[in-house]
């Protein structure tokens, strides 16, 4: 790992069941709809699409997000990024008991956008602060979306 490599993780617990927010999550087009970091999200092939993320800094990330695995069945989701920040993206949907289902995301990005390199040692604290608050904001949507199906 170097000094702008960073690892973020997330959880995410809904009341849906897990092949419902295992489709949400594969359909990345959708995204904007129901999570607000997503500014937007436009498809360039079968597999890949450009991201526009931005959360409570003032800097939107734009990235290639393509598609690496699809596994329904096993509720796995992975991508690899490339642009702004390059590197991995993992979902992994499993159910909950009664509750409904726990989704984990992992990633493991390089900032490659020079004004974030800059700042990248001594502010990955508030990089990971803001990339908690763009998870609250998509665990909100995605269970807003919930409520409204019932």
């Known amino acids: 790992m170097n000094r702008y490599d960073i690892r973020l993780s997330g959880t995410w617990r809904a009341p849906l069941a897990p092949d419902t927010v295992y489709a949400l999550l594969a ?11 997503f500014r937007s999200v436009r498809r360039t092939g079968e597999r890949a699409c450009e991201v526009v993320i931005r959360s409570a800094l003032p800097y939107a990330l734009r990235a290639t997000l393509t598609a ?14 490339d642009g702004d920040i390059s590197g991995g993206v993992r979902w992994t949907v499993a ?8 989704a984990t995301l ?9 004004a974030l390199r800059r700042w990248m040692p001594m502010a990955r604290p508030v990089f990971r602060v803001n990339h908690a608050l763009a998870l609250r904001g998509g665990r909100r949507g995605l269970t807003a979306g919930a409520r409204q199906e019932r």
């Open 95 to 102: 159910p909950d008991g009664p509750h409904g289902c726990v």
């Open 106 to 114: 992992t990633q493991h990005v390089t900032v490659r956008k020079a």
């Open 27 to 37: 359909d990345v087009e959708s995204y904007p709809a129901w999570w607000p970091a």
């Open 68 to 81: 690496v695995a699809e596994d329904p069945a096993a509720r796995v989701l992975e991508a690899a990024l």
